[in-house]
């Protein structure tokens, strides 16, 4: 595996072998290590000393199902922090295929023209990108695959990213050439936008497999970690409704986002529930999925593809967190029109859960009554249209609360809450304000432990023992759902690592690598102006109560200062 | 003396003694004990738990030249940090007369109906406000001197405020009734905004001049300070000239704000200067005045009056950092054009340094050519019709720069620079970067040294005398020119403060007392989560040579680190 660097100014590429330090790192972990090894922490998120960072998690290639995601990093232009998002689709594996553990992307041109990268076993080349600039990302995938090829993989950006805007995401084409797999959150896309970055294109085609330094360990690993995902539970309820199976679950908590926060059930949630999306989905029919695999070779499938009566918009996948925050959040209880909320911000390249909280936000702001679908879709446009207001959506939530003046606003290191009110799963809460990330269920959520999420005791626990999972999944590689696989027999992950690698890990190998992203994470963000006055909620949770169990988030200010002190 | 303490929601109103270790300090350095003593740093700026403070200065009310300033304070929407931001006017003398030490305005109502507070010898009393709201500063002032007599102080905020825009001050009466004396900066009109007081209306004519402990003392300090004023050269330039003497001065130093801080000079820099200014004034007489104090009393007069040709507008006073931000900055070199621009934020009730910075900014964006004049009155309209446009520009440069993608941003601490550009003005660089109230020439302008401003040695350590002496002419309710008279002898300020109090202060009881602020202050900002990256000025000051003279700023990082080591 190699190290590529491309630099967006002068187009110089180098190859580089791994540093010895960096060589038991991957994805996520690895990531932070790069940021706090190469970056000033201090510098402008958008300007020139920013890098974007591409790593394969540590299992990607190895055909492990779930198992093949792409980590995306660099600083935040939402948080001023340190970044990871990822994604499925097939960036991982078509970089795994050219030999590349982490490409790093530096620098930045005067603000005129796009470009897009292509990298091939050949290297890195810069072709003209002027063609698609304000483009939608599904206007642009096609004429890419069109000129190189159905085997690549595309990472992109839309207008959101080109416009450099807080909330946009970058986007990674799915196994069936939607490029709808996005690193959602923190604002990556307009990191590569100010790099003037249109897309990157990955033909790994005529690359090669990675090996493995024990073929039948793997084998024999594997056959554990597929057993043990088909075992569980879990793995056929998220095939069946995917993510949305966490609609009524959340209801009946009163965590479920409605109204900008301002309840925690909703009166339509069935309509919004998993169940009703299957339903909905097998009685359309036509190119409508209720399972699907967001990678080759998942076994979980729990991606969906919607299709919206109206116009026929095709989205893929239509997620619980765009459900709650484009659903309930919004007082909407029509699947059709998240589905059409989901597609644009998808189009414009941005994060379904902040633009939905920025739009929860600005009809607390009275510019739009709650439940209206079509005013929604108006904003949405705003966006689009890249008018005055559609800068301040495009921004955030947070940046939409202090435009309108507006108080509850749901974000923590400026970033919007998942679908889950802290104030009823306070372990996810005290996840929202200690992760580096920022508000991030990905970063730590806590709900299907089993316990009462409405006690502040013990929480923190939970929250520190679900990040440090969770950092080292994203280091793998592995999907959140993948976790089922792996929960049942701890040497699954040891033995997968060890095979592929000839590592002689043991079975805390997951959390060694979990705390390792964790300490480097909260190290960018110290060298970043960072204190433990950022671990915070904002004020407005820990006063409102919450219905219909009148919850406020009362977790003790020591606990969210201690939950790293392992 | 008395602390009054007025809780905005329930209305109570209290009368307290003034604790034993309040009593040395006044303006802002009692503000930021009361803040270290009383508040959580952590609270939203916006939310019930910030408190607005009004503290005359140590001096208010011994018939002082240029000593009469109130300091307001409390958390800044805009900096996240500890405010204080000061004016001249009535305020403050009539507080005094009142026995009121501090008045620490509370907790916040529901956001509906506007309040205005009578404050009078009989104590405190809440009268609804409603036919006041929406009104311009100066449509809302006649009518309260109306209701209550000429005698009376006003504080109150324009529609700024009341919307909680960032760059929202608080306005204050001066002698001529003119509600123009604003606590501009950091945004404090919004916190009264939240609060939902329009005005405060102190009524200090029943009240008393505050006794002296050695009355023969005050008098001698007093005559030996106005001597000195008197003698002090730049006395009578400021009185010709005003502030407004600054431009060519900054001009020549290549200091000057031009075209959103792209250059250090203006080529139409003389029909921005003092000597223009005093010849178009004297040229057009009526109600002009190129001499105008801004309190009863003052010796200096460095504030004007000036009135605009067409539909003659009158501003008073017409500053160089207004002419410098909404001249020159944005490419404007027509005085009737800024005097029109000052007006309008006047009214609106906003910071006219952040507005100018904010239109500069829009202007690089392509919001406007820099020089259009009408174009910039048309954004600064869109701030009064409430447009996203306007709430963008009116949450400052900041805000600005992230909704339209812009990294030359002139902020620090997310306040905007003053007329002095910190690449050609090092010092003056230092204290935007370190002062605890974000960027501010008020905070600790070093340009009347005589050193060479472009070589950073040196001026850590001058930027440290400045902020010291500032914070501690700040907490006298002195002017920054009451210095000139200050300077002449060490003596009279100790002289001053123990014939006043009974005190035995010695010859550096100003830094004494601006070291205290100092320390305060940054306490307060460091409870708020503030560190040492936050004392950094933005990246493209550090790249972005600067025309004429090419200089960047390159104080190295140690330094901005040690300005409070003393």
């Not at 690993?221 to 597929?226: F, S």
């Not at 998220?238 to 409605?258: I, R």
């Not at 609360?401 to 809460?429: C, H, M, W």
């Amino acid at each position: 595996m190699e190290i590529w660097r491309i630099n967006a100014r002068t187009h110089e590429f180098s190859r580089e072998p791994v540093p010895t330090e960096w060589a038991h790192l991957g994805g996520r972990a690895l990531l932070s290590k790069i940021m706090v090894d190469e970056m000033d922490a201090a510098c402008d998120p958008l300007g020139p000393n920013n890098k974007l960072i591409f790593a394969p998690g540590l299992l990607v290639g190895y055909h492990l199902s779930s198992c093949d995601r792409i980590s995306i990093g660099g600083k935040s232009p939402l948080t001023g922090g340190v970044k990871e998002a990822n994604a499925g689709g097939r960036t991982g594996l078509q970089l795994v295929r050219l030999g590349v553990k982490a490409l790093i992307l530096e620098d930045q041109p005067e603000p005129d023209g796009w470009r897009l990268i292509h990298l091939s076993p050949d290297g890195a080349r810069f072709e003209d990108a002027g063609e698609y600039a304000g483009l939608g990302v599904y206007a642009t995938a096609p004429p890419l695959i069109e000129r190189y090829g159905d085997k690549i993989a595309v990472a992109l950006i839309g207008p959101a990213g080109e416009r450099m805007l807080h909330a946009a995401g970058i986007q990674n084409l799915d196994k069936d050439e939607a490029p709808s797999r996005i690193a959602a959150r923190g604002g990556l896309g307009a990191v590569m936008g100010s790099k003037r970055i249109k897309a990157i294109v990955i033909d790994g085609s005529q690359g090669t497999n990675p090996p493995a330094a024990d073929p039948d360990g793997l084998k024999e690993a594997r056959k554990r970690y597929i057993k043990g995902l088909l075992e569980h539970p879990q793995t056929q309820s998220y095939k069946d409704y995917g993510t949305a199976a966490m609609t009524m679950m959340c209801n009946t908590f009163g965590a479920l986002p409605v109204r900008n926060f301002s309840a925690g059930s909703f009166e339509d949630a069935e309509l919004l529930s998993g169940e009703h999306l299957r339903d909905t989905l097998l009685q359309r029919g036509g190119d409508c999925e209720p399972s699907h695999p967001c990678m080759a070779g998942c076994t979980i499938q729990s991606s969906n593809i919607f299709v919206t009566l109206d116009k026929g918009t095709k989205v893929s996948p239509l997620e619980y967190e765009t459900i709650g925050l484009m659903g309930s959040n919004l007082g909407i209880s029509d699947l059709d029109v998240v589905g059409r909320l989901n597609w644009e911000v998808n189009d414009l390249g941005m994060d379904s859960i902040e633009i939905g909280a920025a739009l929860g936000v600005a009809a607390d702001a009275g510019l739009f009554d709650f439940g209206d679908g079509d005013r929604a879709l108006e904003l949405v446009d705003e966006i689009r249209r890249d008018t005055e207001l559609g800068r301040i959506l495009g921004n955030g939530a947070g940046s939409t609360g202090k435009a309108l003046g507006i108080e509850r606003v749901p974000v923590a290191k400026n970033q919007a809450f998942s679908a889950y009110d802290p104030r009823a799963i306070k372990g996810t809460g005290i996840t929202y304000a200690t992760s580096p990330q920022g508000a991030d269920h990905t970063s730590g959520l806590t709900i299907r432990a089993n316990v009462d999420h409405r006690d502040p005791k013990g929480q923190k626990e939970l929250s520190r023992e679900k990040q440090i999972d969770m950092a080292g999944y994203d280091s793998l590689g592995a999907c959140i759902f993948a976790a089922f696989g792996y929960s049942v027999d701890k040497s699954v992950i040891p033995g997968l690592l060890n095979a592929i690698y000839g590592w002689d890990l043991g079975e805390t190998a997951l959390q060694d690598l979990g705390r390792e992203s964790l300490v480097h994470e909260r190290e960018f963000n110290r060298r970043a102006g960072f204190t433990k006055k950022d671990d915070r909620l904002p004020e407005w949770v820990t006063k409102e109560a919450l219905a219909p169990h009148n919850a406020v988030f009362d977790v003790p200010e020591e606990d969210l200062d201690s939950v790293f002190d392992w």
